[in-house]
């Protein structure tokens, strides 16, 4: 859940602290007040774009903080790890967007990407905006929800797994079918094999070569150094021989308590850099310059650079060529039979893919059945009794998704023929479909916290009421964050915070409080009446909290 936010010099936002709760909080303010701003910071958590226009004017930059608390799920935990960040139960991330449009992102103190930011967000908040809502009646997401509903991959994965060995194959019969097979060709190909076919080194042989052809071309500086070091240290009057001389010099004192530690580790050391100095030289020793096999390195090396510029940076990407040019050998030497054997593996692919589609839709259907009857009692709830819901399949060619065409239909009234969602609802039709195909999907998603801007336009009174209770009836298991402009939704809420904008100096600042007691029901009043509050729109408000 989202525990807290801090915002600075963001739009209209000067400096804002906020402490969030458990359960349904409500925003509420006059319009332009800054509640949406609010909810535009915090997608700048969840990865939103960021630009200068977002920056106060006058400020060097903006900040953005949240702090976040989730439980460990095995989804989560491989987001994190996919971000290179260890998972933890509290989570902050704090973004500072500057006023040249540039931002920088930190994830529990560590700098972040914007695009590592959307890989985590999901798993912190859902943000459902007026924009979501055309996207969640766009036909082709029906799917998508349909097979979160679902979440279980077992024939997602292995149907996946065939259709891409499906669609290589087509291909590659594709590629061998419309490839110029000329004499010339075949040749070129022959050609560029040869001189990759008997090549076997790896990334490793090749840096090991370039060592020691560095090695090599220093050789005559290395061995200048290496002599003169040996004679500053190894000859009769050099640093060994001088140092066991001091050493011999302390033989005498050694039995003394005060010297005899000193002593002792002194003598070690001796020993410590005499190995040292051995193992330099032995090291030295092994290096032999033969021009001919620095010759012979250095032309390997000209050889595999030359290769790797024509076919690739890395050894991996050479012998791929490699593989793919004995391909195209083969199946121009032989392209009846390799074209046979293709054609018996893709057909081989497909209908292993067929048949897990059918499966795959198969479970699709069933679940479907469950999910229709969960949102139609939604819809009941929400007063729209009348309305019919159902999930339309339609078949068709193998595809990522299986072999289905998902759509979400509607009849809004009695006797009223079956249409698209986007084709039938009316604005406050719409805000309700919505919501109830939120309300069962979030109560299965990994997410803690979701936060509704304005999903109760078009609405007012008992549907008004409605729509707080399903909210509320979320929040028992999820944090719910709405901002709203309906009393009969406000009430429902257990935290009110309110939001107030104020101009000095030809400037505006907006600010926040939790709003309690008599100061909630004065602010449920102002949603009743306006801001001249009246004693019955008091008295409404205190009606709908007690009910409430």
Known sequence: MLKSLYISSFVIIDEMQVD??????????????GKSIIIDAIGQLCGNRSSAQLVRHGKEKAIIEGFFEIDENQEAVKAFEEIGIDFD???????EIHANGKSTIKVNYRPVTNAALKIIAPYLIHIHSQFETQTIFSIKNHITILDRFIDDDTFRNDYLDYYRHY?????????INEVDMSDERIEYYQSQYEELKDLE??????????????MMKNYEKLNTHMRTFDHLVNDSHGVLEQLQNAIDELESVKDY????DDYNKLYNEYYTLSDIISSLMNSYDDIDFDEYRFNEINEELFKIQRLQRKYGYSMKAIYEARDELKEKIDASLHRDEVLEELEEQKDHYYNLALNKAKQWHQQR????????????????????????????????????????KVVFKVSMNAG??????????????????MLAIKIITLNQAFVDTVIFDEVDTGVSGKVADAIGRKMEELSKNKQVICITHLPQVAVH??????????????????????????NRIKEIAKLLSGDSITEEALNNARSLLVHN
């Open 416 to 433: 009223q023929a079956f249409t698209p969602l986007n084709e039938s609802a009316s604005g406050g039709e719409i805000s309700r479909v």
């Open 201 to 214: 080194y790896t990334d490793d042989d090749i840096e090991n070569l370039e060592h020691e052809a560095e």
């Open 20 to 33: 969030f709760h458990e359960g349904m909080s409500v925003l509420t303010g006059e319009t332009g007040a």
């Open 89 to 95: 139960n509290d989570i902050i991330i704090h973004k």
């Open 365 to 404: 259907m069933e679940y479907a059945l469950e999910f229709e009857s969960l949102i139609q009692q939604q819809l009941v709830d929400l007063y729209l009794d009348k309305a019919q819901f159902k999930v339309d399949f339609e078949e068709t060619e193998l595809s990522k998704e299986g072999i289905d």
């Open 493 to 518: 809420a257990l935290n009110h915070y309110v939001l107030n904008k104020e101009s000095e100096d030809n400037e505006t600042y907006t600010s926040i409080q939790q709003v309690t007691g008599e």
């Open 257 to 260: 308590d005060d010297f005899k």
């Open 167 to 175: 669609r290589d194959l087509v291909k590659k019969i594709r590629d």
